[in-house]
């Protein structure tokens, strides 16, 4: 008799219950297929360094390099990832294997106070660290003061609790995974505060000298998600993209077309925001990333830098 033994496979993931939940629900889904999971939890340089802005201390790297070295060192298969905060380009030897199915990509207003941001008094402090959304809350309300607020999702909310803020603004996607729906005053549609590359997006990273594992995830795969994601990562890459530059990217595919909008904020100027969209019949991932350089050109032509 043949014997057919089940893969087994080990998940590396940070430990914030948002990286936790995250592999968690890659966890079910691949026991769905028949394999055995664990997960290996580690801290990250991202989790440990609080005190600055990540833009100044190198970006997103920070949280991907520990589960990397796990993955190279054979201590775990796969890397689960929220795509935002994944360099564009992989370090040579790994690859993206698969993007699952995306949770809603826009940004949500959280505030105990202020049901919206027009309802803000002048002047009123709004919480984040992030360029891109400074620039656009800028560009809706130039009168505000934005603080900066860095931490994990549990942190950031009780930093708002607190009191330390009128309101924040944090992706949808977090809230929602953790059951914190009840947090969200009012998720911005995407013209007024378009998402960031990749935001609500799942990607599981693994050394590319395993594909046996590539076959394994292929089911996980969203195509959709894939092509949107595939676009937006693209105006990234060819903006040089890293979290110290205020750029924003968002795709959407209806009616088998992909649209793609973009838009870029001098982080040191006034609150103009260059903005550049394009569209597309859908088609793969060539086609997306084509339409992600095209719109980061028409950007650049525009005045991005
Ligand atoms: N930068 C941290 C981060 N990375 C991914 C998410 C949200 C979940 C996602 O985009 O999938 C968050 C929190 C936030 O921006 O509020």
């Given at each position: 008799?043949?014997?057919?033994?089940?893969?087994?496979?080990?998940?590396?993931?940070?430990?914030?219950?948002?990286?936790?939940?995250?592999?968690?629900?890659?966890?079910?889904?691949?026991?769905?297929?028949?394999?055995?999971?664990?997960?290996?939890?580690?801290?990250?340089?991202?989790?440990?360094?609080?005190?600055?802005?990540?833009?100044?201390?190198?970006?997103?790297?920070?949280?991907?390099?520990?589960?990397?070295?796990?993955?190279?060192?054979?201590?775990?298969?796969?890397?689960?990832?929220?795509?935002?905060?994944?360099?564009?380009?992989?370090?040579?030897?790994?690859?993206?294997?698969?993007?699952?199915?995306?949770?809603?990509?826009?940004?949500?207003?959280?505030?105990?106070?202020?049901?919206?941001?027009?309802?803000?008094?002048?002047?009123?402090?709004?919480?984040?660290?992030?360029?891109?959304?400074?620039?656009?809350?800028?560009?809706?309300?130039?009168?505000?003061?934005?603080?900066?607020?860095?931490?994990?999702?549990?942190?950031?909310?009780?930093?708002?609790?607190?009191?330390?803020?009128?309101?924040?603004?944090?992706?949808?996607?977090?809230?929602?995974?953790?059951?914190?729906?009840?947090?969200?005053?009012?998720?911005?549609?995407?013209?007024?505060?378009?998402?960031?590359?990749?935001?609500?997006?799942?990607?599981?990273?693994?050394?590319?000298?395993?594909?046996?594992?590539?076959?394994?995830?292929?089911?996980?795969?969203?195509?959709?998600?894939?092509?949107?994601?595939?676009?937006?990562?693209?105006?990234?890459?060819?903006?040089?993209?890293?979290?110290s530059m205020p750029l924003a990217a968002h795709a959407t595919?209806?009616?088998?077309?992909?649209?793609?909008?973009?838009?870029?904020?001098?982080?040191?100027?006034?609150?103009?925001?260059?903005?550049?969209?394009?569209?597309?019949?859908?088609?793969?991932?060539?086609?997306?990333?084509?339409?992600?350089?095209?719109?980061?050109?028409?950007?650049?032509?525009?005045?991005?830098?």
């Open positions: 008799m043949t014997e057919t033994t089940q893969p087994s496979i080990v998940i590396a993931t940070r430990e914030s219950r948002l990286a936790l939940w995250q592999a968690e629900h890659v966890k079910s889904l691949l026991e769905g297929l028949g394999c055995t999971v664990k997960l290996l939890g580690m801290t990250t340089q991202g989790d440990q360094i609080l005190d600055r802005s990540l833009s100044k201390v190198g970006g997103k790297g920070l949280f991907v390099k520990e589960l990397e070295v796990a993955l190279q060192e054979g201590h775990a298969d796969i890397a689960v990832h929220s795509l935002k905060d994944v360099p564009m380009d992989m370090p040579e030897g790994f690859e993206l294997a698969c993007v699952m199915e995306r949770e809603d990509p826009r940004d949500a207003w959280v505030s105990p106070q202020y049901a919206r941001l027009e309802d803000l008094p002048h002047g009123a402090v709004v919480g984040t660290s992030s360029l891109r959304r400074t620039v656009l809350l800028r560009a809706l309300r130039p009168d505000l003061k934005i603080e900066p607020l860095r931490g994990n999702l549990d942190t950031r909310l009780r930093k708002l609790d607190e009191g330390q803020y009128a309101g924040i603004v944090l992706a949808a996607a977090g809230l929602k995974r953790l059951g914190m729906t009840d947090r969200i005053r009012h998720i911005f549609e995407t013209n007024e505060m378009l998402p960031a590359a990749g935001q609500g997006a799942l990607g599981i990273e693994i050394c590319s000298n395993r594909p046996d594992l590539r076959a394994l995830l292929a089911p996980l795969a969203d195509s959709v998600s894939w092509q949107r994601v595939a676009a937006e990562r693209a105006v990234s890459r060819a903006m040089g993209g890293s979290c595919i209806e009616g088998g077309v992909l649209k793609l909008q973009a838009a870029w904020g001098d982080p040191d100027g006034a609150a103009t925001l260059v903005t550049a969209a394009e569209d597309v019949p859908a088609q793969d991932l060539a086609v997306a990333e084509a339409l992600g350089l095209r719109v980061a050109h028409a950007l650049q032509r525009d005045g991005a830098h």
